[in-house]
């Protein structure tokens, strides 16, 4: 019973502070791109190196209180071809963000999360191959107010991407770490 009063009496001060603010939503779309992708699979034809995806995609924020958000997002990013390999990327993912909300048209926030890579690779003579991979994000951003209902933003992240086995070797990458860079809209309701 002590242990119950005692999870109560801590889990209360923020389930109060959160249900006092209004809760708001984002919805958002970008443009991203992630700079210096690294794939060494083991067998140097399959590889590819120092690549750069671009593509975009769309998300939801959803404020708990004034300074912290619950957010996912989906992005598709268009292929890149290196030797005889094709590769396209999906990311979906969710985590948190601290936002520091000014009295001004300006608020910057940092997130982090988790969540999951889509790898889609064609492979000359041996066709398309799916595999997925866990990806971890960190990162931050600035959003600027454009008018009451849309914000302007900015932001980049670290992503660290499991790597497919394609090639059955061990001598291969296991996790490539990237950047992120993204460039969007987003709409409150």
Excluded: C
């Amino acid at each position: 019973m002590k242990k119950f009063i005692l999870i109560v009496a801590l889990i209360f001060p923020f389930s109060a502070v959160s249900l006092a603010q209004q809760p708001t939503g984002q919805l958002k779309v970008f443009y991203e791109t992630i700079q210096g992708f690294d794939f060494r699979s083991g067998a140097q034809a399959f590889d590819i190196q120092d690549e750069s995806f671009h593509g975009g995609g769309f998300g939801f924020n959803y404020s708990l209180n004034r300074w912290i958000d619950l957010w996912t997002q989906t992005s598709f990013f268009s292929g890149v071809r290196q030797n005889s390999i094709d590769l396209k990327l999906i990311n979906q993912m969710q985590g948190l963000r601290v936002v520091a909300r000014g009295r001004g048209p300006i608020n910057v926030y940092g997130k982090g999360g988790i969540g999951f890579t889509r790898h889609v690779f064609n492979i000359a003579n041996f066709g398309e191959q799916v595999r997925f991979g866990t990806t971890l994000v960190g990162g931050g951003g600035v959003e600027l107010k454009w008018t009451d209902a849309m914000l302007i933003f900015v932001e980049v992240n670290q992503n660290a991407m499991s790597l497919p086995n394609i090639t059955g070797l061990d001598a291969r990458d296991k996790w490539d770490s990237n950047t992120g860079i993204a460039l969007g809209l987003a709409f409150q309701f």
